[in-house]
């Protein structure tokens, strides 16, 4: 049974600790012919068909120069094996390192898009850019997912949830309520 918690005064510049989506991404690239990678964890799923999610990419990244100008990326989903790759890729910049090299990490030729999948992630998903109109103002990207790759198993990969403050949770205990559900909630 759910109590009643008792609540303080919070500071809403980190509102996102309870917030911040997961899992965390990997954001390949590739631009006049550099390929690059950054960490990311603020993106949402925006439609299912067609497939569209958003992700902010911040101005200073030089990700957000080679995707607004390639128009594409692919947006791995790494597990807690990869984790201190994870956090190397997002404290380090495409503009000084050549990421895949520094990290070792496998590029692996996309179908649509000429940005590379990451070999070592559970899931990539190839995006094209759909929308740019929130670009300018927010860094806000919406792309549209033109194919997805995804590992047979495990089922339930661990992902890591950035909270914050150098600090992950990861996914676990998997809870199912199905028949509760309205059936076209359900896909
Ligand atoms: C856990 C974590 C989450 C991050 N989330 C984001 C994000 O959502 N958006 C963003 O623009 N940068 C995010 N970053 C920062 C970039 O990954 C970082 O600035 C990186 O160095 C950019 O690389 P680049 O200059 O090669 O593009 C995150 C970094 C970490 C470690």
């Not at 990678?37 to 439609?47: D, E, F, K, N, S």
């Not at 050549?98 to 000429?114: M, P, R």
Request: proline fraction near 5%; aromatic fraction near 8%.
């Amino acid at each position: 049974v759910a109590k009643l918690p008792k609540k303080t005064d919070f500071p809403v510049s980190q509102v996102r600790r309870y917030l911040e989506p997961g899992p965390i991404v990997l954001v390949s690239s590739k631009w006049q012919g550099a390929t690059n990678i950054m960490t990311l964890g603020w993106h949402t799923v925006l439609a299912f068909s067609p497939s569209l999610i958003g992700l902010m990419i911040w101005s200073g990244n030089h990700s957000h120069l080679m995707i607004r100008e390639s128009r594409e990326c692919v947006v791995n989903v790494p597990t807690t094996a990869l984790t201190d790759t994870v956090v190397g890729i997002g404290n380090t910049t495409g503009a000084e390192i050549d990421k895949f090299s520094h990290f070792n990490l496998t590029t692996q030729h996309a179908h649509e898009v000429e940005a590379p999948l990451i070999g070592e992630c559970h899931a990539s998903f190839e995006c094209r850019l759909h929308d740019d109109a929130l670009v300018e103002r927010y860094n806000f990207f919406i792309f549209e997912v033109v194919k997805a790759h995804v590992a047979a198993s495990p089922k339930h990969p661990e992902t890591l949830h950035y909270t914050g403050d150098g600090v992950f949770m990861v996914s676990g205990k998997v809870i199912s309520r199905r028949s509760q559900f309205r059936p076209e909630m359900l896909d």
